[in-house]
């Protein structure tokens, strides 16, 4: 069956070596289509976006609709004749094949059909050696003809017509003003970006930071250069507009109790600047405090908490221990007294601060709070008056008795702001020369 089938298999390696060419050909032009695709979205965008400068969604909308175009063309036009030209996947059959062959070929097209309508009729047939015959007289009278004529490679030329007019154009526009092309080129790829479209004149702000500490004010600083010099600017907030105030080329905005970032922009006319952003620095506060008064205990006097409040006034030898809950604070200190000496605060937790300390007279102190972003601490000024502590008074007079001048009698009254507690009478006594022969310690009764 071999010998006989032989001038069948010479026709079918011819059949399928034409499939490959049928989709080389696609590749073909399916390569000059793309190349003519990206090339012409590229031109149509990059010019598109020269002359209007879109906002940043149109061009995030040019952006991704150039990217997918170019990937699904690549794939229908280069990819999928590609895979079909090694043969992975499903490819035409045989017998389109032989339709394409037989429309160039127009006495060939029957003869090709028979010949493949016979050998499958073998696939059925008990003896088939009469067809086995047929199959290879009809091949033999077929075999010649030069099926790969029937696909010219050569006539893809004429589809260069699509791609080499816009290949010149930008090639000359390349060469001609490059510029075009590259700045509307990147403002498309950088399209979470604002950009200023060019324009007779141009703001600049002068403020070295963009930084505000949060809940103070800050004045913006702008200048305009260009051509043309505009009388007058505005600023954009969330949509509502305000005027500049004009000092000599500059011009000034007063932002007032800033709380959270602002974002705004500076127009005159229908130019306007890109989008400005001034950020705020978390503001250290403290959010509430306590005062922990400890008594001396000869005092009697209870222990105290002042809630909120850094003036206060307490005894003569009081510890005082200060619990700060901040917000925004990484670190917390005191200053007391004229000499300002320092004194830093123990971190408890997160934002928790605590100090303590024993006063004895009256002083002024400061609390400062800050954070790793403020070189300046915030800082409140308080005062603590301090009741003294005073000694106790003592008056005494002294009696002779009527009748033995040797007897004595001693009278008085002692006294103290936060009372007695027990009263020792001390005395000595000398002899004639002055010499001490007795010291004696009486603890008198209270009355």
Do not use: C
């Not at 609709?65 to 090694?86: A, Q, R």
């Not at 306590?290 to 003569?316: S, W």
């Not at 009478?425 to 001490?436: P, V």
Request: glycine share 4%; charged share 25%; proline share 3%.
């Amino acid at each position: 069956m071999g010998n006989n089938l032989k001038n069948y298999n010479i026709l079918i390696d011819k059949l399928d070596r034409f499939i490959r060419r049928f989709y080389l050909n696609k590749l073909i032009r399916g390569t000059i289509y793309f190349f003519t695709l990206v090339i012409v979205l590229f031109l149509i965008f990059s010019l598109l976006e020269s002359r209007f400068y879109f906002d940043k969604f149109i061009r995030k909308i040019i952006f991704y609709s150039f990217i997918f175009s170019s990937i699904g063309g690549f794939i229908y036009w280069v990819i999928y004749p590609l895979t079909k030209y090694f043969q992975l996947g499903k490819t035409i059959s045989r017998a389109q094949a032989a339709t394409i062959i037989g429309d160039h070929f127009s006495d060939v097209k029957d003869k090709l059909l028979n010949v493949l309508q016979l050998y499958d009729l073998t696939q059925s047939e008990s003896n088939n050696e009469l067809l086995f015959a047929g199959i290879d007289q009809k091949s033999e009278k077929i075999k010649l003809v030069p099926f790969k004529s029937a696909i010219k490679l050569g006539k893809n030329k004429k589809y260069l017509k699509y791609l080499i007019p816009p290949a010149l154009i930008l090639i000359l526009i390349l060469l001609v003003s490059p510029g075009t092309i590259k700045s509307s080129t990147n403002r498309i790829i950088e399209n979470n970006k604002d950009f200023e479209a060019p324009a007779p004149f141009h703001f600049n702000i002068l403020n070295k930071e963009m930084k505000v500490v949060q809940f103070e004010d800050f004045d913006l600083e702008a200048s305009v250069y260009g051509d043309y010099m505009p009388s007058d600017v505005y600023i954009d907030l969330n949509g509502y507009e305000y005027r500049l105030e004009k000092n000599g080329d500059k011009f000034i905005y007063h932002f007032k109790n800033i709380r959270e970032p602002v974002k705004f922009q500076l127009f005159s006319g229908k130019v306007k600047s890109k989008t400005y952003k001034l950020d705020v620095i978390p503001k250290p506060l403290v959010i509430d405090f306590t005062i922990d008064a400890d008594y001396p205990a000869y005092t009697k006097q209870k222990d105290e908490v002042f809630k909120n409040t850094g003036d206060i006034v307490i005894l003569e030898g009081t510890k005082l221990k200060w619990n700060l809950n901040a917000i925004n604070t990484d670190s917390a200190f005191f200053e007391f007294g004229a000499n300002k000496r320092k004194y830093i605060a123990a971190p408890k937790s997160k934002n928790e601060f605590q100090f303590k300390k024993v006063i004895r007279n009256n002083t002024g102190y400061k609390l400062f709070i800050t954070n790793n972003e403020i070189d300046t601490p915030d800082s409140v000024a308080y005062s603590i008056n301090v009741i003294k502590d005073k000694y106790p008074t003592i008056t005494v007079q002294q009696f002779k008795d009527s009748l033995d001048n040797a007897l004595l009698y001693f009278v008085g009254d002692a006294s103290d702001d936060y009372g007695l507690t027990n009263i020792i009478f001390n005395y000595r006594i000398y002899d004639k020369n002055d010499n001490e022969i007795m010291y004696k310690k009486e603890k008198l009764k209270l009355k």
